[in-house]
C-alpha cells in the first residue's frame, strides 16, 4: 500500500524543515511526499531542495488558498491512501505512517476506507509542553452534523473516496475540512478506523483559529456547509461547536 502525503507551503522557510524531517525520518517504505507550493518568496523552495528524496516531488505555482493547493495534491496523487501533514506541524514520531497503513490492513480490513487519530498542539514542535490535545473517538454516525470532526491532520482516505466525491469545497475558505469530513462521513458513510495515539504534533495557530473573529467566522462557515449539503440546523449548532473543543483544553496534559 502507497500512502501519499501532501504537505502545502507558501513562504513556510522558518518551519517546513521541521516537517520534512519529520517524513523522511518514517519507517514505512511506501510514501509518497508530494510538496504544492504556492509561489513561496522567502526561500521555502531552497529549504526543501536540500531534503532531496526519490519519492518526493514538488510542484510551485500560485493557488488561491490552501484548500486549492490541496486540490491540486489530490491530482497528482497516485498512493493507495492519501493525507495532508501541513507545513508547520510534524508526525508524533517515526511510526506513524506504519501506522495508519496498519490501520487500513490490520485494524480494520480492506472496508476500512478512512482512519484518523489524535493530535497534539505545541507553541513549538520541540517542546513538551502540550498547548491543546484533540482527543477524537470512534465515529458515531450524525455527529459531524452536530459540530464534531474528527483531528483532520491525521485524517487518512483511500483515493477511490476522494475520486468518488471529490476533495475540498473552495466556497468554505476557513471550514473546507469540516465540510469534506461532513461529506465523506454524515452524508456518504465511509466506514473508518479510529487509533487511540497522537499522529501529529501542530503548531498552535491556524487558518481557522487564529483570532476571535476566525472562529466566529469558521463556526458561520461550518454551519453553511450543513446547510449546503442538506442537513437541517439551527444556529445553536455554532455555540455546540464551540463548546466541544473546550475538553481540549481541560484534558492538555493527557497522553
Known amino acids: 500500500m502507497k500512502i501519499t502525503i501532501i504537505t502545502v507551503t507558501y513562504n513556510s522557510a522558518a518551519t517546513v524543515a521541521d516537517t520534512l524531517r519529520a517524513v523522511d525520518a518514517q519507517r514505512y517504505p511506501h510514501i509518497e511526499h508530494i510538496i504544492v507550493d504556492g509561489a513561496s518568496k522567502d526561500g521555502t523552495l531552497d529549504i526543501v531542495a536540500q531534503f532531496p528524496q526519490p519519492w518526493r516531488r514538488v510542484y510551485s505555482a500560485p493557488d488561491k488558498g490552501i484548500y486549492d493547493a490541496m486540490n491540486k495534491g489530490l491530482k497528482l496523487a497516485t498512493g493507495d491512501v492519501i493525507g495532508f501533514l501541513n507545513s508547520d506541524d510534524a ?47 470512534p465515529y458515531i454516525p450524525g455527529t459531524c452534523a452536530k459540530g464534531w470532526m474528527p483531528a483532520h491532520p491525521t485524517f487518512y482516505v483511500r483515493k477511490h473516496v476522494f475520486d468518488a466525491f471529490g476533495g475540498f469545497d473552495l466556497a468554505f475558505p476557513r471550514q473546507a475540512d469540516f465540510e469534506l469530513c461532513l461529506r465523506f462521513l454524515d452524508i456518504h458513510r465511509i466506514t473508518t478506523a479510529y487509533t487511540p495515539r497522537v499522529w501529529v504534533r501542530m503548531r498552535t495557530g491556524g487558518v481557522s483559529n487564529n483570532s476571535v473573529r476566525g472562529v466566529l467566522k469558521g463556526n458561520w462557515e461550518a454551519y453553511l456547509a450543513c446547510r449546503k449539503n442538506g442537513i437541517p440546523v439551527t444556529p445553536f449548532f455554532m455555540a455546540r461547536k464551540i463548546l466541544s473543543r473546550i475538553p481540549q483544553f481541560i484534558f492538555k496534559g493527557a497522553r
Not at 97 to 121: K, T
Open 91 to 137: 508526525y508524533a514520531d517515526e511510526t506513524v505512517v506504519q501506522q495508519i497503513a496498519d490501520a487500513f490492513n490490520v485494524q480494520g480490513g480492506p472496508q476500512v476506507e478512512a482512519c484518523y487519530a489524535d493530535l497534539v498542539y505545541v507553541s513549538d514542535l520541540r517542546s513538551s509542553t502540550i498547548v491543546r490535545y484533540w482527543k477524537s473517538r
